[in-house]
């Protein structure tokens, strides 16, 4: 469903990450003291994820636990403020026909502040909007469900 979006922002989010690292490394070799400052940032993580509930049922669910990724990209803004994208996928397998399939695709943005507290530790405010795309799969039909859209905070 998301997979022509999914594949453009994980290709923007990776020159993010290219620009990113270039502009560290210069402000490094500049100035080497306290904490680096860059307009853009790039977190790339890879888990664990475990279903519950009527997803982990055996009689209604029934997957098992699966690893997916998380890309995330952000643009700062102002020292304190950012702006940012981010693209999650996960695939789970059926326990007892692992043929049965259901991918989890979450796409993103949110707003971030980060709290100035003259330490390393700075605490942060986020506000954002995710897309959620469930595509259900199986030898015979594929089945896309109806995205829904969420807000978070946090």
Known sequence: ?????STIIVVVLIGLMLAS????????SRRNRG???TKLGL????GQASPSGDFSD?????????TG???EGEYYYSKSSSFGLSIQNYSFK??????IQTDVTVVGMFLRYVASTGSNIRPFFRLGL???GLDFKSPSEKIEAKATVGVFAG
């Open 94 to 99: 059926d326990k007892t026909f692992p043929e």
């Open 21 to 28: 690292t270039v502009s560290a490394q210069r402000r490094v």
């Open 1 to 5: 469903m998301l997979r022509r979006p």
């Open 130 to 132: 995710d897309i959620t």
């Open 35 to 37: 904490i680096n400052h």
């Open 43 to 46: 977190s790339l993580n890879l």
């Open 69 to 71: 990724f998380n890309i």
């Open 58 to 66: 055996a009689s209604l669910g029934n997957h098992k636990s699966t």
